[in-house]
């Protein structure tokens, strides 16, 4: 495989001879084609890539990619990553997670993993639910969710993932969903990314939370919900896209409107700064509609790259690995 | 104070002396540590064997004044062998009411108090718990007792040099030292160069101290001091030949790990969370990054170790180093790596627990922690330093092991190594094996629980190797093809396996042998780690008495070495002195059958020679009965 040029690629040479074990209709299959479609395309190899994943259905994903793979605790496969990349900065490396794995019991990770900004891809699986233990509320449910731990109704006050990834730092922010035709465009966007890439994929749990995206995923309702973000352009939607964001100074808020009603035209309808920090956290949580594509993107120092450049920086100071010298700083004296 | 007679007929001006122990005592902002490494410093140049004992407050700067806020570094030197920081001092330095209070118990009666009557005010009187001043109401009246008002002197010393008050007084422990040096004949040249590179930025400070430190050497040269006062001598002591330096556990740790990864040929991953004792290893290793190390100070302990992890999948030596309550929240991890067959390296600087325990002070109570604290069936090696200067041999064994056999390798150290600093012959580096680690690269019949047929080592195989794409992790897998398997037969045997992986390591260590004495008798003393100087002088001792009492210590806690359990058996009774409550006890007696008793204590401070010799003695005695 070493001989052949990573344009020689193809979906195959990234599907591994595993048995996929998800439940039929589960929006995991989607996101797999999507992700072995796609990596042949950005110049990947399968010996340079490595998945890494915590616990969960969705972190059942490496063994399905013939390239290298951990499946490793919950929560803390951002960890693993971080020491996969730093002992070795020439591998690409992707996290796989979900909402249970990556928001709760390894949220400390997550919120870590982004504000270093490593250079990997994070791609947070959001079904809204923790399927693998049988259906329980998960921290992105929302209030008042039926579930066997919680019969009257969740509690919880959710926690929204791209709004917890720009909290914490993060230089790529990005939402898509499981059998979108675009998601192999943010996850190309992510991988071009300098640092560490946060996706958020709305996912369908066929089992535990069906449906729960409907309105938003759906071929026919979706495009009323869907926000296709680009930047540069204004935010528009709908249908026929007639709708679009304003932004409200009053509020300092974006609220929706129609193009052609109560006077707004198309000049009223801000532009996408996917630079612009501020707007990017007025996109993660919209009145009726979902912000999709590309949220946040901006330059931020790399960690790897901070660590080789010190690396540099002591050689150049220190010279080589020098054993003899090292056990001999500071004060030593002979017995004759 | 041992007394040489031989010596007395000197016309000397110095006492000699065969070995002295001496505690400097103060407030935690005193500058204690720093004034006992720099003696240890002298000492060793003045060819003596010493051992030392930092005791400090697990409080920063706890409020001045307060026997809490204490801090202490007790340093034994001699002209003779020397294991442990002594027991009780014969000298004191005291440089308030709290540190007098804390240490005048252990003082020995006779024993030479240097106190400083500055710092005795009503005030401080009080915040250590004296309604009197001690000096003044006859209660130290067994003590030699050199009074001086330091806080004064040390002001006059460096008046010229015109630092405000504040920074004049805390070079006070620099006229300290200075006046112990003279009473023991130390030179001040290495303290003189120490203060000014320390000082380089602030020459005036380098230079106030530099005065107080000169002036406490006038004071001792030119004052009359108090009857039954006067200097010392302790000749140097017959060190083999070679070159030295002082080293503490945690440097030769840090040390060991980098010869370790040096030696197998590859870069190393330490990631850590800052806890004591075991932060010094992380400050050692950051600043070794041009040795291949990368120091990875993570957000938690959890993702210190996962970051190591990661690393030795990436083709690094993943390390990760804590304490006890570190461990614990590393366990899971600990398990991926033993499920996953991946090298790792664990220190853990053991203090007392359970719980948050007592962080400053010692103790050996993660034994049991190192060995079984996992879920499911999870061997891996345990290995244990004996000595300050041993933790460097160690952390390179734990190195060879983790990558040899693919397995995690936990070694203990504990706060007392950590702190603790003796003359350390240098070793000689082209005598360390080299153990270099070779990648599996040959995609034929690749899977990546192939093993090694004679260390059932399974194969590395790193990212970024084309042909040997692979999937691992905690879910059991098959044991002919690596992918996962609920197979109970193969669980079965994989569990087997990892067992007889871990256990088969004892045929690649040396087979257990006594320490001291012979191989068989009355009553074998079985330590293991930090505890090796104090138990090897009291057996010493036991035998100059005349009983039948043989040494062996363990380094090699899991697997146990072969030999062991016939070596126990050949002794009437075998006695585990440990600073816990019979955790390795309860090993000898679970693996071998055999009646070893426990000899317990858990006071966050080693052992004390004569305290050991007491109650081997007691043991014997009631033996004979």
């Known amino acids: 495989m070493s001989t052949n040029s990573p344009e020689k690629y193809s979906r195959k040479d990234f599907t591994s001879d595993q048995e996929v074990r998800w439940c039929p209709g589960c929006g995991d299959y989607a996101i797999l084609a999507a992700v072995q479609r796609t990596l042949p395309s950005l110049g990947s190899t399968p010996e340079n890539t490595v998945f890494i994943s915590g616990i969960g259905c969705s972190s059942r994903f490496p063994y399905y990619m013939n390239t290298y793979g951990f499946h490793t605790i919950h929560g803390r496969a951002p960890a693993v990553a971080t020491g996969v990349k730093l002992a070795n900065p020439e591998l690409d490396v992707w996290v796989i997670t979900g909402d249970g794995d990556g928001l709760s019991i390894g949220g400390n990770h997550l919120l870590h993993v982004l504000r270093r900004n490593i250079d990997l891809q994070v791609m947070l699986f959001n079904n809204q639910i923790y399927g693998l233990t049988k259906g329980q509320y998960s921290p992105t449910s929302q209030v008042g969710q039926v579930t066997p731990s919680s019969p009257l109704g969740s509690i919880d006050q959710p926690v929204v993932p791209t709004r917890f990834a720009l909290g914490a730092g993060a230089t790529f922010v990005a939402r898509a969903f499981d059998i979108s035709k675009k998601l192999p465009e943010a996850l190309t966007a992510a991988r071009e990314h300098e640092g560490a890439a946060f996706i958020e994929i709305l996912q369908n749990c066929p089992v535990f939370n069906d449906g729960v995206f409907d309105l938003v995923t759906d071929r026919k309702t979706g495009p009323a919900y869907q926000l296709w973000l680009e930047h540069g352009q204004p935010m528009m939607f709908g249908a026929n896209g007639e709708k679009g964001l304003r932004f409200n100074a009053k509020t300092l808020s974006l609220d929706v409107v129609t193009i052609g009603e109560d006077g707004v035209t198309e000049q009223d309808i801000i532009i996408h700064d996917e630079t612009n920090h501020q707007l990017a956290w007025m996109l993660t949580d919209l009145p009726d509609v979902v912000a999709l594509g590309v949220l946040y993107r901006n330059r931020g120092p790399v960690y790897n790259e901070s660590v080789e450049t010190q690396r540099e920086l002591a050689e150049e100071r220190f010279g080589g690995p020098d054993l003899h010298a090292l056990l001999r700083q500071g004060h030593t004296w002979t017995v004759t | 104070m041992k007394t040489t007679a031989a010596a007395r007929v000197e016309p000397s001006p110095r006492e000699t002396l065969d070995s002295v122990v001496i505690r400097f005592a103060g407030d935690s902002g005193d500058g204690m540590q720093l004034t006992g490494s720099q003696f240890t410093t002298a000492t060793a140049d003045a060819g003596n064997d010493l051992a030392t004992f930092p005791d400090f407050p697990a409080e920063i700067r706890a409020p001045a004044g307060t026997t809490y806020g204490v801090s202490g570094y007790q340093i034994q030197f001699a002209s003779h062998d020397v294991l442990t920081p002594g027991d009780t001092p014969d000298v004191l330095v005291a440089m308030n009411p709290a540190a007098l209070k804390v240490n005048s118990e252990v003082l020995k009666p006779g024993g030479l108090l240097v106190v400083n009557t500055g710092a005795f005010s009503t005030n401080n009187l009080k915040k250590a718990g004296y309604d009197s001043n001690p000096l003044e109401d006859g209660s130290m009246d067994r003590f030699r007792i050199l009074s001086l008002d330091i806080n004064k002197m040390t002001l006059d010393a460096v008046k010229d040099v015109g630092l405000g008050a504040k920074e004049s007084n805390r070079c006070k422990n620099m006229w300290t030292l200075g006046l112990m040096y003279w009473l023991f004949g130390r030179e001040r040249d290495q303290t003189v160069a120490w203060l000014k590179h320390k000082f380089a930025k602030n020459p005036k400070v380098a230079e106030a101290n530099i005065a107080a430190l000169n002036a406490g050497h006038i004071y001792g040269e030119n004052a009359e001091l108090p009857h039954g006062i006067h200097a010392y001598e302790v000749p140097a002591a017959h060190l083999t030949p070679g070159e030295y330096r002082n080293v503490s556990g945690n440097e030769a740790t840090a040390w060991g790990l980098v010869t370790g990864a040096q030696l197998a040929g590859l870069k190393m991953m330490y990631g850590s969370y800052p806890i004591t004792p075991a932060s010094s290893l992380l400050h050692q290793l950051a600043r070794l990054k041009h040795f ?334």
């Open chain 2, 292 to 625: 291949g190390v990368t120091t990875f100070q993570a957000e938690d302990e959890i993702a210190a170790v996962a970051a190591a992890v990661g690393a030795s999948f990436s083709g690094s030596v993943g390390v990760t180093g804590t304490s006890g309550p570190g461990i614990a929240l590393k366990s899971e991890a600990i398990g991926l790596a033993i499920a996953a067959e991946l090298p790792l390296v664990i220190i853990n600087v053991q203090r007392g627990g359970p719980s948050t325990g007592l962080p400053t002070k010692t103790e050996q109570s993660d034994l049991f922690q190192a060995v079984v604290g996992r879920n499911g069936d999870a061997p891996l090696v345990v290995l244990a330093a004996a000595t300050p200067g041993d933790c460097y041999y160690m952390a390179i064994e734990a190195v060879r092991m983790a990558v040899k056999y693919m397995t995690p390798v936990i070694l203990l150290t504990d706060g007392y190594l950590a702190n603790s600093a003796e003359p350390w012959p240098l070793p000689d580096l082209d005598a360390l094996q080299p153990f270099p680690v070779q990648f599996h690269r040959d995609p034929e019949g690749f899977h990546p629980f192939l093993r090694d047929e004679q260390t059932h080592a399974r194969v590395w195989a790193v990212p970024g190797t084309p042909g040997l794409e692979h999937r691992i992790g905690g879910l059991e897998k098959d044991r002919t093809t690596g992918h996962i398997s609920y197979d109970p037969h193969n669980h079965h045997r994989m569990t087997k396996i990892r067992h007889q992986k871990v256990a088969g390591i004892a045929r690649d260590i040396e087979r257990a042998k006594v320490d001291q004495g012979e191989g068989e008798g009355d009553l074998l003393v079985v330590g293991w780690g930090s505890t090796y100087g104090a138990i090897s002088q009291a057996v010493e001792v036991l035998r100059e008495r005349g009983h039948d009492v043989s040494h062996l210590h363990l380094r090699n806690i899991w697997p146990l070495p072969e030999g062991l359990g016939d070596l126990l058996r050949s002794f009437n009774s075998v006695l585990v002195p440990e600073l816990n409550f019979g955790q390795l006890t309860m090993l000898l007696r679970a693996e071998f059958l055999v009646p070893a008793e426990s000899l317990t204590r858990v006071t966050g401070q080693p052992f004390r020679v004569a305290g050991l010799v007491e109650a081997v003695e007691e043991r014997l005695q009631r033996s004979a009965e």
